[in-house]
């Protein structure tokens, strides 16, 4: 068994069970200081990872993320949040944990050391996906069976960890190693590893969504506006990059049944709803390129 840097004992916390509330909670949050820094160590290989998912994107394949316990439950969300931010089909970006649905919310003993079960759950796989594998530690057998699927199949790998002696970090394609050190509470990797973790997540999905055009500039263009909140995005988000007043954004959103894209293109090119959609669809559904085009003009 290779060294598990997550197990260490932090000798800054020694007296965090004998410290006042406040002092715990300063402990802790001196403690999380240092994650930033170390993603921030990890920035090329990220951007590497973003562009590599984004590429496969648009060869139609898929994004999945495996883990165990916390890093498998942080792939589920991550992968959940996906649908509703960026309109993409839920089998887009998925999440698997290590002893199903059930250890999403309760403790599932012994599912990490399951090799041939990684495999297994691995075989949804093609060559066109990317298959994410997280752990602090480096090194479940769960994950070490997904790789070897994905390497027989010829998918691309990315592995997240925080142990650059584990094992992911030698069999994963491409690795992004983020040692955060001992946590506040030896061995708990919910805290700083999978504050890391939940820090790259977000940076992988959303980064390559922005690489595929499911961004204008920074705005949520490809929302879903299921409820008030989002409707009222929309209709700021609809004004704002066609440069109209709100009735008019809210006029037209009403006309195409909420689809912010349609709306912004009918807008600017005076063109009707369903012309817009096939403008779109011309382009990819990338917004910037029909904008491009009319300014060029």
């Given at each position: 068994?290779?060294?598990?840097?997550?197990?260490?004992?932090?000798?800054?916390?020694?007296?965090?069970?004998?410290?006042?509330?406040?002092?715990?909670?300063?402990?802790?949050?001196?403690?999380d200081?240092?994650?930033?820094?170390?993603?921030?160590?990890?920035?090329?290989?990220?951007?590497?990872?973003i562009?590599?998912?984004?590429?496969?994107?648009?060869?139609?394949?898929?994004?999945?993320?495996?883990?165990?316990?916390?890093?498998?439950?942080?792939?589920?969300?991550?992968?959940?949040?996906?649908?509703?931010?960026?309109?993409?089909?839920?089998?887009?970006?998925?999440g698997?944990?290590?002893?199903?649905?059930?250890?999403?919310?309760?403790?599932?003993?012994?599912?990490?050391?399951?090799?041939?079960a990684?495999?297994?759950?691995?075989?949804?796989?093609?060559?066109?996906?990317?298959?994410?594998v997280?752990?602090?530690?480096?090194?479940?057998?769960y994950?070490?069976?997904?790789?070897?699927?994905?390497?027989?199949?010829?998918?691309?790998?990315?592995?997240?960890?925080?142990?650059?002696?584990?094992?992911?970090?030698?069999?994963?394609?491409?690795?992004?190693?983020v040692?955060?050190?001992?946590?506040?509470?030896?061995g708990?990797?919910?805290?700083?590893?999978?504050?890391?973790?939940k820090?790259?997540?977000?940076?992988?999905?959303t980064?390559?969504?922005?690489?595929i055009?499911?961004t204008?500039?920074?705005?949520?263009?490809?929302?879903?506006?299921?409820?008030?909140?989002?409707?009222?995005?929309?209709i700021?988000?609809?004004?704002?990059?066609?440069?109209?007043?709100?009735?008019?954004?809210?006029?037209?959103?009403?006309?195409?049944?909420?689809?912010?894209?349609?709306?912004?293109?009918?807008?600017?090119?005076?063109?009707?709803?369903?012309?817009?959609?096939?403008?779109?669809?011309?382009?990819?559904?990338?917004?910037?390129?029909?904008?491009?085009?009319k300014?060029?003009?």
């Amino acid at each position: 068994m290779s060294e598990v840097i997550t197990e260490y004992r932090n000798e800054n916390t020694k007296d965090i069970d004998i410290l006042p509330t406040i002092d715990i909670v300063k402990k802790m949050n001196d403690e999380d200081k240092l994650v930033a820094l170390v993603v921030e160590d990890a920035s090329e290989e990220i951007a590497q990872a973003i562009d590599l998912i984004a590429k496969q994107f648009l060869k139609g394949g898929r994004l999945f993320y495996f883990g165990a316990g916390t890093s498998g439950r942080l792939g589920i969300l991550d992968a959940s949040e996906c649908p509703p931010t960026f309109s993409v089909a839920p089998d887009m970006v998925q999440g698997i944990i290590a002893g199903g649905d059930k250890a999403i919310r309760t403790s599932v003993e012994g599912a990490e050391d399951d090799f041939e079960a990684g495999k297994k759950d691995a075989s949804v796989l093609n060559e066109n996906d990317v298959a994410v594998v997280i752990s602090a530690s480096g090194n479940p057998k769960y994950l070490l069976g997904v790789l070897e699927k994905a390497d027989e199949i010829g998918c691309k790998t990315i592995g997240i960890t925080c142990n650059s002696k584990g094992r992911v970090a030698e069999e994963a394609g491409l690795v992004i190693c983020v040692e955060v050190g001992p946590e506040v509470i030896a061995g708990s990797s919910r805290l700083k590893a999978g504050t890391a973790q939940k820090m790259i997540l977000n940076m992988l999905s959303t980064g390559s969504m922005i690489k595929i055009g499911k961004t204008y500039e920074n705005f949520m263009i490809d929302l879903q506006p299921v409820n008030e909140k989002l409707k009222d995005r929309a209709i700021r988000i609809v004004a704002q990059i066609a440069g109209v007043q709100h009735s008019e954004a809210l006029a037209t959103l009403l006309k195409c049944n909420w689809e912010i894209k349609t709306a912004i293109v009918s807008i600017i090119t005076g063109l009707d709803i369903e012309a817009s959609r096939i403008e779109l669809k011309k382009h990819g559904g990338v917004l910037r390129k029909i904008i491009r085009t009319k300014l060029a003009v």
